[in-house]
């Protein structure tokens, strides 16, 4: 099992930038893909980055490539989501999460471990 805690998240104002970062403890967190994902009010949870067990390149939601970078540091036990260029479409609350069974994890049912989210709010 392993826990996730995010931290990091705040106001900020378009254009700005913020690091997320997740923080994890128990048993073997280099054994767990890791995803970033984000939720506003009433709406679905939404795929934001993936990182492999190995770090390497993340993948990313089409909407934040080129503005967001994630990465891990397995030594700490944490991952980090580094975003820029903030847009206020942007806010929600965001999430870390763990998932062994895939691969390539990309749906929040592909993962099994969830933080307690982290509030990004994005003012213009």
């Known amino acids: 099992q392993v826990q996730l805690e995010e931290s990091g998240g705040g106001l900020v104002q378009a254009g700005g930038s913020l690091r997320l970062s997740c923080a994890a403890s128990?048993?073997?967190?280099?054994?767990?893909?890791l995803g970033w994902f984000r939720q506003a009010p009433g709406k679905e949870r939404e795929f934001v980055a993936r990182?492999?067990?190995?770090?390497?390149?993340?993948y990313y939601a089409e909407s934040v490539k080129g503005r967001f970078t994630m990465f891990r540091d397995n030594a700490k036990n944490s991952v980090y989501l580094q975003m820029a260029s903030l847009k206020p479409e942007d806010t929600a609350v965001y999430y870390c999460?763990?998932?062994?069974?895939?691969?390539?994890?990309?749906?929040?049912?592909?993962?099994?471990?969830w933080g307690q989210g982290t509030q990004v709010t994005v003012s213009s």
């Open positions: 999460a763990a998932g062994g069974q895939r691969l390539t994890p990309t749906f929040p049912r592909e993962y099994d471990y």
């Open positions: 128990g048993r073997t967190f280099s054994s767990y893909v």
């Open positions: 990182i492999g067990r190995s770090g390497g390149r993340p």
